[in-house]
């Protein structure tokens, strides 16, 4: 066999090896049960930063593996997820953040890996291989947009201007080295270090009005991450601070201490002083949280206007109060006050309490009175309170002995007020750091009513038998009665005459019947000899006969044993 034979074999036993290698390896990832996929968030990036890493992994067999199972960080060392086999059919998911690299960046994926073990068919075989994550690059598009405020825009000489900018980045690459300057109001130069993609931050600056107004033009320089290209703001706008001429003052004012917490009302007092001589109108008091202590208000020249306001700062800091409105000479006006500090404490040792008062009735009709009232005391600290005492005008009315922290307690007892007026509680008690703590309720507003004098009982009418209705005058009336009791007098006299002629009766009897049967006979003769009108005549022997006819049946009845009035 030639040399040529022989090196022709060679060649088709190494052609023939490698064919046997390849099957060799198709033959055991075709075995390989194992799936895995990843998914990078986002996809894109432009330069270093953080991402959100999903790998899943899958056990496509229907054979449960039962060896470990570790996934590795582009590090190589220690794994950040391990699991203790896989059920067939079943899978595992796990997510986690990574600071992709500049060299990720260029390769365009993040390596993972993951270690474990599955049976051949030739025993178990441990494999290691790379999860990449695919991440995609794109033009990087720096982008800053800025924004400000001054308040207030009309200041006197000698006020504190506010000025606060807000930066949002809104490109898709991280700002870096970003720097404002206002010349025009300040020589201080504002700096953030950074700004990643979407956050927003606020700046604030202040500056003190001179005796000229001033002119605000910033301007804002920034970078991209990676970059040594500095990037410009130059057009924000232009706003002018005016020199105030005006005597409108502004002060904040209040009568908190120290021991001041989280969430708990306090007092803030504004005092608004018209020292010019123009007025205003349309006065708007708003604080810088946006709480608005006053509204509508008119000031004249030389006036004064005070309001108090209970107010809960939610953390130690300043707060301002900024009046808004119109001049009488059709100019808006706007000032500020000074700025006032406000320190809260540890909010976890905190007593706050909200207190609130009801009365059973806010009418008395007697002073001094009883009044029935009701105090409602929560806890809304985080802090369990103890012995906490109910106080009306410095005297105590009832105490708590505990209220836990979240609970509340009603109170209702009978109080005696001397006189009408104003009604307010006041519960104390001490904190967690042993200061005194006292909580106001509501006022209550009790008024006097004199009582209504019960009316006099009219008695029942007796009820008579109806007369004919007559138009009498009064004078009429009086001198028709005055008549028939003279009559009357004379008529039983004269009938006991007649009587006694004709012997019907004797001297000391009583009237007998045919008496009793002639007086009206006897009087109406007597009634004719009088001078009165005739209608007054026909009224008197009207009422003569309806006497005498209740007369008789009273004696019938008398007579029968019946008593009728």
């Not at 075995?31 to 899943?56: F, M, N, W």
């Not at 706003?239 to 209040?254: I, S």
Request: proline letters at 5%.
């Amino acid at each position: 066999m030639d040399n040529r034979s022989r090196g022709f074999r060679l060649a088709a036993a190494a052609v023939m090896l490698v064919f046997l290698l390849a099957v060799s390896a198709f033959a055991m990832a075709e075995a390989d049960p194992i799936r895995v996929s990843s998914l990078s968030e986002p996809q894109s990036v432009i330069s270093e930063q953080d991402v959100s890493i999903t790998i899943k992994i899958y056990n496509s067999s229907q054979t449960d593996m039962t060896e470990e199972i570790s996934l590795y960080d582009p590090t190589g060392g220690v794994p950040v997820s391990t699991y203790n086999g896989l059920q067939g059919e079943q899978s595992v998911t796990y997510t986690g953040t990574w600071h992709v690299t500049q060299d990720q960046i260029k390769e365009g994926k993040i390596k993972y890996y993951i270690q474990y073990s599955f049976d051949s068919g030739n025993g178990l075989d441990k494999v290691v291989r790379a999860v990449p994550v695919t991440i995609q690059t794109e033009a990087a598009a720096p982008q800053l947009t800025a924004t400000y405020t001054l308040s207030p825009t009309s200041a006197r000489k000698g006020q504190k201007v506010a000025v606060e900018y807000t930066l949002s980045n809104t490109g898709n690459i991280e700002l870096r080295n970003i720097a404002i300057s206002n010349e025009g109001v300040s020589s201080k130069k504002l700096t953030a270090p950074s700004l990643s993609v979407g956050e927003k931050v606020t700046l604030q600056d202040s500056f003190t009005m001179g005796d000229s107004e001033l002119v605000s033009k910033p301007t804002v320089t920034y970078q991209a991450s990676g970059e040594s290209k500095t990037y410009t703001i130059s057009d924000m706008a232009r706003k002018t601070v005016t020199l105030a001429q005006d005597g409108l003052e502004a002060e904040l004012t209040t009568d908190a201490g120290d021991n001041v917490y989280p969430g708990e009302k306090i007092h803030l007092t504004l005092t608004l002083k018209n020292t010019g001589s123009n007025g205003y109108t349309g006065l708007t008091a708003t604080l810088s949280d946006g709480t608005v202590m006053a509204s509508d208000i008119s000031l004249a020249a030389g006036a004064n206007f005070e309001q108090t306001i209970e107010w809960a700062p939610a953390q130690s800091g300043a707060v301002t109060v900024q009046v808004d409105g119109m001049s009488d000479n059709g100019e808006a006006v706007s000032v500020a006050s000074e700025e006032l500090t406000i320190t809260t404490q540890d909010a976890s040792q905190a007593l706050v309490l909200d207190v609130t008062a009801q009365a059973q009735t806010t009418t008395i009709y007697s002073e001094p009175a009883v009044v029935r009232f009701a105090v409602q005391v929560k806890n809304i600290g985080q802090t369990d309170a103890a012995t906490l005492t109910v106080k009306e005008a410095g005297t105590t009315v009832a105490t708590i002995p505990s209220l836990p922290s979240g609970e509340s307690r009603t109170l209702v007892f009978d109080l005696e007020t001397s006189i009408a007026g104003q009604i307010q509680f006041v519960v104390s008690g001490k904190d967690a750091a042993g200061n005194d703590k006292a909580y106001d309720s509501n006022v209550i507003e009790l008024a006097y009513v004199a009582p209504t004098p019960e009316p006099t009982a009219t008695p029942a009418p007796t009820a008579v038998p109806p007369t004919p209705t007559m138009i009498t005058t009064p004078s009429m009336e009086s001198a028709t009665q005055a008549i028939l009791d003279r009559v009357m007098r004379s008529c039983r006299k004269s009938a006991a005459r007649i009587g006694m002629k004709m012997g019907f009766i004797a001297p000391s009897s009583e009237e007998s019947e045919p008496v009793r049967r002639s007086i009206p006979s006897i009087c109406r003769q007597k009634l004719a000899k009088y001078p009165v009108k005739p209608m007054a005549k026909r009224i008197g022997q009207s009422r003569l006969s309806t006497g005498f006819s209740a007369l008789r049946r009273r004696r019938t009845s008398r007579s029968a044993g019946i008593e009728t009035r």
